[in-house]
């Protein structure tokens, strides 16, 4: 049988201005799409409340949009999917083998404190399988606590969006938290790359994260290891 993956993507069209766009940051999930895709793997988008996952301009424009993106785009079966999203609920864990959190600091807002999302990671974690994210995507593990109340990420590796990162992009100003501080308030051990926007992933057991967009397809590449290919 393939492996199955759930990808996660938000439902967040703004900062707290809504003159301030922002949503997905397509590569994030298209470079993971397209190296699970190469792998025969099955897929599925979710979101936290299904239907449409806007996209954060600043990724659609040069240089930040690649071929990967672009060709999404250009694609109404892909930009579809985008459209018609699954809920938590519609989803059954035990199908699947991986979750990937997508990011965009759209995902600040709606994945941190979403009960199905939670559910959702705590089963495939709880029953053997990977739990992923990259850049801004490492929020919704942030408050995914386990069947024995302890929280999914006290005590592991983990990286993901730097607040240096959040400053040279001056957004440091924009965004609700700090999800570098959060994330170690929770236990977990963050590190992250030597330089801003450097593809930096790290790997704790079958918990797998990646720091900023150009960290996707390396992170989808250790995914793909943790499930057994290549």
Known sequence: MPKRIIHVVTNVAHYDDPGEPTGLWLSELTHAWDHFEAQGYEQVIVSPKGGRSP????????????ASARAWLDDPKRMNMLATTLRPDEVDPAQFDAIYFTGGHAVM????????????TRAIWEQGGVVASVCHGYCGLLNVTLSDGTNLVTGKDVT??????????????????????????RGAHYQKALLPFLPYARVDGRLITGQNPFSAKLTAEKIVMALGGR
């Open 55 to 66: 996209l954060e301009p600043r990724a659609l424009k040069w240089p930040l949009l690649d």
């Open 109 to 120: 807002w709606d994945f941190p404190d979403d009960p199905g999302l939670q559910a959702l």
């Open 160 to 185: 993901g969006f730097a607040w240096t990162e959040e400053v040279v992009a001056g957004v440091a100003s924009h965004v609700p938290y700090n999800a570098e501080a959060e994330m170690k308030k």
